[in-house]
């Protein structure tokens, strides 16, 4: 039947896997059995004419043994490993107490890791793998026009679309939105500036989300000519309606235009992105559907019996047609078929996105692999306290495995403490980045929960076991292999065990991991923590900031993009709509200053702070010393437009030369510099009539900023705002109109509280279309700017402190080592009279040599570092003296964590040390 | 003794599964001394089975479902565990017989013609 060799049926092992666990058969019931098969034998005895002793006797003989029986079935009955690693893991559970020290350090590097690896695990997977909610989610797709060469998604003509629509076979309902931005008006003349969805009706159709009430968007809506209509999202509906059930055919002022509500959407419709209002969509024959993620998305429904392969095989045949706009890559673009979500995840080759996450998954898997490799040089340290312990287990029949396997149990105790510590972490951050994805207009899209994924739990509990691999089955495996080489040998308490050239390797690269990062986490903390105690320097909390924009009938998620559009206009309406806003703004400037909790109103391209970062070449002056391995192309420096009103309102002295005059705005060549950008110009001399050009951006900011081919002249000097202390910043003089949208800069009297609302109000009857958003006081912005540094600190401190906790862990580890080692020489020694001193000198010069080596590997690597990464370019304030402040705090640490062995060694009793020999 | 009795007890694995179902195919519902007791007889007292041997045998067939097991009464008015063969059981019992009869039939021919 199962012949020897053989491995039992899944069936078997399923029994015996629930046998081990429910305890099905107690062991009552198989004595019970054994009992009466003795009984039944006797009886059988008995009835052959044997004497009731003899029949006992005989019966008992013929049965064997009862104890080995019930053994036998007992591991039958269950999974005997199963079994007794419960007891392996109370063991655990108990080491985990007794070792605190380890425990502590070992478990707080282990959750730093798998907490920081969950946490980049959980935001590929939310990315990646989320799903639409919605009926055959994974049906719906994207069709994008895809540049291979530049790896960027390129807009897409409306020909195009309508060729989809009329002839893809594969792909059903084919149909695209975009994204506007409108005024919600209502009758008592508040204003709400919200995120609108103009949508085919396809995409009702390919949602299949009927309807609360009413209907969607139907293709009659889409007619040229036809009423204006709005079906609104759940929320809206009973905020702005009450729930009432005759809304439909009711009015909702979206900026200039008045819709008919012909739809109510269910609770927690927000297709296609994060939407509560959705509008036809009527292009134009000759427009582009601007095809970047929330701005805009073809989409479509795979038909019943098409893959995602076949409907892209069909899109890329049917080829594009060729463009109005010239594209960069006209032959390495073409069309591509994508699972709806990701046409929201970025710019990669569909396949891409897989490869980065099976990468970072492979990267997160190697994060472990120091503080494992700490844990398991401590373990194997521990196992020299326990020779004795497993020495025993091995006379009595423990085989290597089964100690093994303890071990192994051990350390999974320890790696699933952290891992549960990691996850908690992870718990926190996600708390933490809901509260921050709630200030993205309209939240994140709908398919995105931050609720940690089954995945992401399988995630963890691999590391916890391929960590607990690392940590204990290594220092198990080679401390057994002694063990029964050793045999009785260790049981006698005698050890041969040595740590090696890798621990010591560990401990110098630990130590000078400490030393080359301390400073720079100390540094960078410091730069945090005063600007967070210091404040920005000023009374930020007085001045606010709002984008102001004019309807224009396309979204413009950031500053940067709007102008694109603006530019691509024809020039006579472009110049049209400059004059336009330019109005507009000098109006809603005049009203907003009739406003008695408003003291100034300026205009600028940004708010202090967040200028767009440029690289600058300045004539005369050589190749800047700061250049970071020789790559930058010149001098890091911001650049801001601003108007006349700009340096009075945050009162901004003049130091040398002039302020703006109005010849300014036409002749764009003279800017004025703040204090630092001057004192680079000319170090302790005259920077006016100096001259400069722009020569690189970081990001893409910068070519709606001031022309790249032109020197610009320095005509007045003022000094440093307080929020960009650290800065060079170059101002040019811009007027109402100029530039779109602008930055209001408001100085308020005052409680900041309500203003969006009331600045909203203002600029609406200043023309519907006006908009405003993003309305924030400086004070929210530096808020803001801190959290990211925050972030960076708070990963950072936890890393270094985990890294010095191993080192003093290992450093303490090696010296308690060192001293067991040494027990006998010290005992001979201080009976031969040695002092305490001279002993403790010879047992403190391996761990001084250590840190020795270790400070000095870390001090190089931490001047390399600073001289390539000014600390004040990443968020961190230069404190004097931290270099070798970090090495003698490691020194201090190295002592104190070798104080408590060293101790003990000087308390060996010398008759005792001799003994124990 | 100690290098013996594994031996045995694999060999006896191999086979004890076989002869255990058969013996509850043949006679019926059988407690575990009875079960012994019938392959102690047809064995001519070759094979003696003691109770390490016979009842994790037992349980190990009833763990993957080839027999079942329930409390009763004996003749003699004693407790015993009575074993019966399912369905399941006398399918494996039949394979198993017949991939036996074929070795033997081979075996058989090898050692008649050793040419």
Request: with cysteine.
């Amino acid at each position: 039947m199962t012949p020897p060799g053989v491995p039992p049926s899944l069936r078997e092992w399923t029994r015996r896997a629930w046998g081990a666990l429910s305890g099905r058969r107690t062991d009552h019931d198989l004595q019970r059995e054994l009992a009466e098969h003795l009984a039944i034998a006797e009886d059988e005895l008995r009835r052959q004419g044997r004497a009731p002793n003899e029949a006992a006797r005989l019966a008992r003989a013929a049965a064997g043994g009862r104890t080995q029986a019930l053994e036998a079935l007992r591991e039958q009955r269950g999974l005997p490993w199963l079994g007794s690693s419960w007891l392996d893991v109370r063991l655990g559970l108990r080491l985990l107490v007794r070792s605190w020290g380890l425990t502590l350090v070992g478990g707080l590097a282990m959750s730093v890791a798998i907490g920081i690896a969950a946490v980049v695990f959980a935001a590929f997977d939310v990315i990646i793998w989320s799903r639409l909610p919605l009926e055959e989610g994974d049906r719906i797709v994207a069709i994008q026009i895809w540049d291979r060469e530049a790896g960027q998604r390129r807009d897409t003509p409306w020909q195009d679309i309508e060729r989809w629509r009329g002839s893809l076979q594969s792909v059903d309902d084919v149909g695209a939105f975009q994204t506007i931005r409108r005024n919600v008006i209502t009758a008592d003349g508040s204003v709400e500036l919200v995120a609108v969805a103009e949508i085919s009706a396809a995409g009702f159709r390919v949602a299949r989300v009927p309807p609360l009430i009413g209907r969607g968007i139907v293709d009659a809506d889409l007619a040229p000519g036809a009423a204006p209509v709005i079906v609104i999202g759940h929320d809206v509906w009973q905020r702005r309606f009450a729930g009432a059930r005759d809304v439909i055919g009711r009015e909702l002022r979206l900026g200039e235009t008045v819709h008919t509500v012909v739809g109510v959407m269910p609770d927690g419709f927000q297709f296609p992105f994060n939407f509560r209002y959705w509008v036809p969509l009527q292009p134009g024959a000759d427009e582009m559907l601007r095809n970047t993620g929330p701005e805009g998305v073809v989409f479509g429904r795979l038909a019943p019996d098409a893959t995602l392969a076949r409907a892209h095989a069909e899109v890329s045949a049917l080829g594009i047609l060729p463009s109005i706009d010239a594209r960069p890559n006209e032959e390495a673009t073409g069309a591509r078929v994508v699972p709806y979500t990701f046409a929201f995840t970025g710019d990669f080759e569909h396949g891409e996105l897989g490869l980065l996450w099976s990468l970072s998954s492979l990267a997160l898997v190697l994060l472990l692999l120091p503080p494992c490799a700490n844990i398991a040089i401590l373990n194997y340290a521990r196992t020299v306290t326990r020779q004795q312990e497993f020495a025993a287990r091995h006379a009595l029949g423990g085989s290597r495995a089964r100690i093994v396997w303890q071990l192994y149990i051990e350390s999974l105790v320890l790696t699933a403490a952290a891992a549960g510590v990691a996850l908690l972490i992870l718990r926190v951050v996600s708390v933490v980045m809901t509260g921050r994805l709630q200030d993205i207009p309209g939240g994140p899209p709908f398919w995105m929960t931050l609720d940690v994924s089954y995945r992401t739990l399988l995630f963890v509990a691999g590391l916890a076991v391929a960590g607990a691999a690392v940590s204990g089955l290594v220092p198990a495996l080679q401390a057994t292999g002694r063990l029964a080489r050793l045999g009785a040998g260790a049981l006698a308490g005698r050890t041969s065990l040595r740590l090696g050239t890798t621990w010591t390797a560990l401990v110098i690269a630990q130590v000078a991991f400490s030393v080359g990062v301390l400073p720079l986490a100390a540094e960078l903390a410091w730069g945090t923590l005063r600007s967070g105690v210091v404040g920005p320097g000023f009374a930020a909390e007085e001045f606010a900031t709002a984008r102001v924009a004019l309807e224009d009938g396309r979204f413009a998620p950031d500053a940067d993009e709007a102008p694109r559009q603006m530019a691509s206009e024809p020039e006579g309406a472009r110049r049209q709509r400059a004059v336009l806003f330019g109005h507009r703004q000098r109006e809603l400037a005049r009203r907003l200053l009739a406003d008695p909790g408003i003291l100034g109103v300026a205009a600028a391209l940004r708010p202090p702070g967040e200028e767009p970062w440029v690289f600058v070449d300045i004539e005369g002056r050589d190749v800047p010393t700061e250049v970071l391995n020789g790559q930058l192309p010149g001098f890091r420096a911001r650049f801001n437009q601003v108007d006349a009103a700009f340096f009075d309102i945050y009162q901004v002295p003049g130091l040398a030369g002039r302020g703006f005059e109005e010849g300014d705005v036409a002749a764009a060549d003279v800017v004025i510099v703040n204090r630092n950008f001057a004192d680079t110009i000319a170090p302790g001399g005259n920077a006016l009539g100096r001259r400069f050009r722009y020569v690189g951006a970081m990001g893409d900011e910068w070519r709606h900023g001031p022309a790249a081919d032109r020197w610009y002249e320095v005509v007045g000097v003022v000094g440093n705002l307080p929020v960009t202390t650290e800065a060079r910043v170059a101002y040019h003089r811009t007027a109402p109109g100029q530039i779109h949208p602008a930055h209001l800069q408001l100085r308020l009297r005052g409680d900041p509280a309500g203003l969006a609302e009331r600045l909203r109000d203002v600029a609406a009857s200043v023309d519907p279309a006006l908009q405003v958003d993003q309305v924030r006081t400086l004070a929210a912005i530096y808020r803001e700017h801190r959290f990211g540094d925050n972030l960076g600190a708070l990963t950072i401190g936890a890393v270094t402190g985990s890294v010095l906790l191993l080192s003093a862990a290992g450093l303490y580890a090696l010296m308690a080592f060192t001293v067991a080692q040494r027990r006998r020489e010290i005992g001979i020694r201080s009976a031969l009279g040695a002092q305490p001193g001279q002993l403790m000198a010879a047992v403190f010069r391996r761990v001084f040599w250590q840190i020795g080596a270790g400070s000095a590997v870390g001090m190089l690597a931490a001047y390399l570092v600073g001289r390539y990464v000014p600390i004040e370019q990443i968020g961190g304030l230069p404190i004097p003296g931290v270099l070798p402040g970090a090495a003698a705090f490691m020194l201090l640490v190295g002592v104190l964590a070798a104080l408590g062995p060293a101790r003990r060694g000087l308390r060996i009793d010398p008759t005792e040390a001799l003994r124990s020999e | 003794m100690s290098n013996k009795e594994p031996s045995k007890a694999e060999v006896l694995r191999g086979t004890l599964d076989l002869m255990v179902l058969q013996t509850l195919a043949a006679l019926g519902s059988q407690h575990g001394y009875a079960i012994g007791a019938r392959l102690e007889q047809v064995s001519s007292g070759a094979l003696t089975l003691n109770m390490g041997t016979l009842y994790p045998g037992l349980m190990r067939l009833e763990q993957q479902g080839l027999v079942k097991a329930e409390w009763g009464v004996t003749d003699n008015n004693r407790q015993a565990r009575f074993y019966t063969i399912t369905a399941p059981g006398r399918r494996r019992l039949a394979a198993e017989k017949k991939a036996w009869d074929q070795m033997v039939s081979v075996m058989h021919s090898l050692f008649e013609d050793p040419a």
